[in-house]
């Protein structure tokens, strides 16, 4: 065999299959959207400031205030927008990997968090003590250590709660949840279901149960339009519906026209405005820069909402007592913060690569 042809045909191989690597890398890369994941970036970003922000400027604080009910339901929105494959799909080992990325944060931070109050409780004796009962009611009903884990508590149920329906009625599971979602409307809006909300608002099972409803309507908002490809079929009238959708989302966001309604229209204009940011930011023309690594960057930037949101709250804890900025909670403060949660979830996602522990911080 001649020497010289085989290492010719070494490199034309190697050659071949970097370029069919390369080919693949980049196109895995496409199918990530990136202004999706700016707009989640964005929206940590403001739930950071909602609960660690406390600026005299009072104009700047009630803007970003009085359109608290778009922030969280986006997440739902988007959630369920694209898990819809995975739950038509009746694939049980997506489904399964579905879960696990949900119960891994939602058992894994409680149980961390409770683990570090009692130790510095009992080491030190100047932390509050967290009892077991309080890590029983987070787990069953994820409040109990820290309120903000309602959040996780109704993604796992609206998830489980979804692949029941699909399941059960597997051709008309579209029309089901669309009556569950009226009904649910109804409810939440009824004086009935305002009163129910008062009353119910005062226990601790309340903090996680009472969102259900509504959360239904966000997630199956992203359900339906999932199921019709909103998206793909705008991408025909991309600079059109850019400016659509901006120009509603500007109107609704600046005026605090959620703050402002109070009555039965209020879940529609939060539904619209959810509606509005997603189509707006995922028509972003990121799908047009060619080069890799600048959106292996920006992906990266833009990663890490779950575990921020996660985090930050226990951050601030750890944090207030040495940083003035964030005890007197200024922005840049909470700005501070997010920046201290990004690269803990940064740094622990690259060490736990490999493993499942990583979505702790995904």
């Known amino acids: 065999m001649n020497i010289k ?13 970097y370029i069919i690597n390369n080919k693949n890398q980049k196109k895995s890369i496409k199918k990530i ?4 994941e700016l707009l989640r970036m ?5 739930i950071v400031m909602v609960h660690t922000f406390r600026i005299r400027n009072e104009k700047s604080l009630l803007f970003i ?11 739902s929105f988007i959630a369920f927008y694209f898990s819809y494959n995975t739950f038509i799909s009746r694939n049980d080992v997506k489904i399964k990997q579905r879960f696990i990325r949900i119960l891994i944060p939602y058992i894994g931070w409680p149980t961390i968090f409770w683990l570090r109050n009692n ?12 009892y077991l009962k309080n890590f029983y009611y987070q787990l069953l009903i994820g409040c109990g250590i820290y309120g903000i884990f309602w959040f996780l508590f109704n993604l796992l149920f609206l998830s489980l709660f ?32 305002i009163n129910f909300s008062k009353l119910y608002k005062l226990s601790l099972i309340g903090h996680s149960i009472l969102p259900i409803p509504m959360m239904i309507l966000y997630s199956l908002t992203g359900f339906f339009f999932s199921s019709i490809n909103i ?6 009238y991309r600079i059109t519906s850019l400016i659509l959708f901006g120009t509603v989302l500007f109107i609704i966001l600046y005026n605090n026209i959620i703050y402002k309604i109070k009555n039965f229209y209020r879940g529609i204009i939060i539904n619209l405005t959810i509606l509005s940011s ?57 700005l501070l913060l997010f920046l201290f949660c990004y690269v803990i979830c940064l740094v622990n996602s690259f060490l736990f690569r490999k493993s499942k522990i990583k979505y702790l911080f995904n």
């Open 5 to 17: 042809n085989l290492s010719i045909n070494f490199k034309i191989r190697k050659d071949y299959n």
């Open 33 to 36: 959207n990136l202004g999706i």
């Open 42 to 46: 964005i929206l940590a970003i403001l």
């Open 65 to 75: 205030k009085k359109n608290l009910p778009y922030y969280v339901p986006s997440f």
């Open 119 to 130: 130790y510095i409780y009992y080491r030190y004796g100047i932390k509050k003590n967290i």
């Open 162 to 193: 979804f692949v029941i329906i699909i399941f059960l009625f597997k051709k008309y599971y579209l029309y089901i949840l669309f009556i569950i979602s009226i009904l649910s409307y109804i409810f939440i809006y009824s004086k009935f279901g």
């Open 231 to 236: 998206i793909k079929k705008l991408y025909r």
């Open 278 to 334: 997603f189509i707006f930011f995922a028509l972003i023309p990121f799908d047009k820069i060619n080069n890799t690594i600048i959106f292996s960057i920006l992906k990266q930037i833009t990663s890490y909402t779950g575990g921020i949101y996660y985090l930050h709250p226990n951050i601030f804890e750890i944090f207030e007592k040495y940083i003035i900025s964030i005890k007197q909670k200024t922005l840049n403060g909470s």
